[in-house]
Each structure stands twice: as structure tokens, then as C-alpha cells.
């Protein structure tokens, strides 16, 4: 089943099936597929998010490389580490932590030994990460999002009925589709998640009559956001709005982010009373950073 997907950019075309686990919820089962993991330094020891019981697979980022235990990745209680004569790709410390500024290619840090951190755009990150495939024991002990059917009573009604439905994506870079690989030409060539969401859902209710649109654009934040509404949003008078701005709000206070996205969340419904409303929270940046602990 396929769903049509406009792009703002003028991008478009048919989404792809989600495959390989990309929509699993983390918090269910006991298997996970293609934790993403990278090494800084040959020594690193690269923990994974469940204590592993069993590792299916560890692979190169685009798929095409299958590494074997022993002579590339040794399993250490709940993390990798990488032995000697390893063909797994890592970044050097000093190549992770630049001793001075690299112009467009560095982010400031909070680590009084490391003023500066490594920053790359494209598949500069992706071809120097690994995918690891395994099972756990654990239960999944942290937060689990709650289930709020009742805020989306008439998208739910239009997605079930298999009538027209619109979804509308409107955030920064992450939502535009940085830095997926098929959004950069990278294998595997995996669909940004505005992309998967709206492929599973229109999968789960079996809807092709689900429009997607993507109106995510690269480095903006929610003052953008207020003041392009009409073009980026209403216009289209969406069903469900998937909102998602904050990671370049980083340089606000949190009760500041708060602040705005009320702002925006109120202008919208001003202008959009019979839109629902699915608010995404900011992805959580490298706690290295200078803006870690800014996300509202």
C-alpha cells in the first residue's frame, strides 16, 4: 500500500514500505534491529540501549558490510569494543574533539578539556557508524508515551473510514528529512521519519487515500514558524498536524520554548479549529554539547 507525499520543496512522490524494524516501539518486545552505534577512539566501549542476550547481526550503516565477533567487535557485558585488526570504522578523539573551531563543521561543547565537537552534515556521520541487531531479557524500565486516543477522535474517524485524510509535518531539519540516508543518497536509502509515519499509517488502517505533507524546512525555529503559518500550514487545512520544532530554539531558555510553542500552538488553532494537533518534543542533543539541557 502506497500513500502520495508532497514535499514543500517540491519533492514528491510515492512513500516506501517500512521495513527492518524501523517502526517498532522500543518499548515492546524483546528484539531490536539496527541500533545505530559509533566509536570515538579504538578503545571506546559503545553501550547498547537493552543488555544484550543475543547479537543477530553487526553491520556497516549501508548494509553492505557484515562484521564478525571476535575479529571485528567483541560483546562486553552491555557494550561493543572493538579488538585489534578490527575493520569497523571509528573517529579519532582528535578528529571528534577539534582543538579549535572548524568553520560549518563544529559545535560548541561544555567540556572545559574539549571546548569544541564534531559536526557533519550528509552521510559524513553515517558511513562511520554500525548497525547492531540483538535480543535482551530486559523490560523496558523509562518513560512510555501514553496512548491519547481522544485527542484525535476525527483523524482516527477519517483514517479508519478510508476517507481523504491530510498529514502535515512541520518542523526544522529533522522533519525536513536531514540526515536519513535516502534523503541524502546514502544506503540503504531509509526514508525520513515523516515519511515511515505516514507509510505506517496508512499500512495500519489500510487508507491509501492518506496525503502526507512535508513541510519541514533545515535550521528553523518556532518564531519561523509562527510567522509562515499560512503558506507552510493552513493553507492546506491538514487533519492532523504533526508539530516538531524546538532542537534550534537551543540558544532559549526551556520556559522560553514553552513560551513560543504556545504561541504557536494558539495561532494555529485560531486559525485551524478543526485541526488536531500531535506535538513532537525536541530530540535530545549530544549531552557534549553547549546546548544540552535547553530542550523544553
Known amino acids: 500500500m502506497s500513500v502520495f507525499v508532497e514535499e514543500k520543496e517540491g519533492r514528491s512522490g510515492l512513500l516506501p514500505r517500512a521495513g527492518d524494524g524501523a517502526m517498532n516501539f522500543l518499548w515492546e518486545g524483546r528484539e531490536v534491529f539496527g541500533e545505530s552505534v559509533m566509536f570515538v577512539g579504538k578503545e571506546d566501549r559503545a553501550p547498547l540501549l537493552y543488555f544484550p542476550d543475543r547479537v543477530f547481526s553487526v553491520m556497516s550503516a549501508d548494509r553492505r558490510i557484515l562484521y564478525r565477533e571476535g575479529r571485528d567487535y567483541r560483546v562486553v557485558g552491555g557494550s561493543l569494543m572493538l579488538p585489534e585488526g578490527t575493520s569497523i570504522p571509528y573517529i579519532t578523539k582528535e578528529e571528534y574533539y577539534p582543538a579549535a573551531p572548524l568553520p560549518g563543521a563544529s559545535f560548541r561543547s561544555r567540556l572545559s578539556a574539549h571546548p569544541w565537537l564534531l559536526f557533519g552534515e550528509g552521510d559524513f556521520f553515517h558511513r562511520r557508524q554500525i548497525e547492531v541487531s540483538y535480543s535482551h531479557k530486559e523490560g523496558w524500565e523509562r518513560f512510555v508515551p501514553e496512548i491519547l486516543r481522544e485527542k484525535f477522535i476525527r483523524t482516527l474517524k477519517k483514517l479508519k473510514s478510508g476517507e481523504r485524510t491530510t498529514l502535515l509535518f512541520y518542523g526544522d531539519s529533522i522533519t525536513e528529512g536531514y540526515n536519513a ?9 531509509q526514508a525520513p521519519w515523516p515519511s515511515l509515519a505516514a507509510s505506517y499509517l496508512s499500512r495500519l488502517f489500510q487508507n491509501d487515500r492518506l496525503f502526507s505533507v512535508n513541510s519541514g524546512l533545515s535550521g528553523k525555529d518556532t518564531a519561523w514558524a509562527i510567522q509562515n503559518l499560512k503558506e507552510r500550514v493552513t493553507d492546506y487545512v491538514p487533519d492532523l498536524l504533526v508539530l516538531a520544532f524546538g532542537m534550534n530554539d537551543g540558544t532559549l531558555l526551556p520556559e522560553e520554548q514553552c513560551e513560543r510553542t504556545a504561541r504557536l500552538i494558539a495561532e494555529i488553532e485560531g486559525s485551524l479549529p478543526d485541526t488536531e494537533i500531535l506535538l513532537v518534543s525536541p530530540m535530545l542533543p549530544n549531552e557534549e ?4 539541557g535547553h530542550q523544553a
Open 181 to 189: 540516508s535516502g534523503f541524502v543518497g546514502a544506503p540503504p536509502y
Open 289 to 292: 554539547s553547549a546546548c544540552w
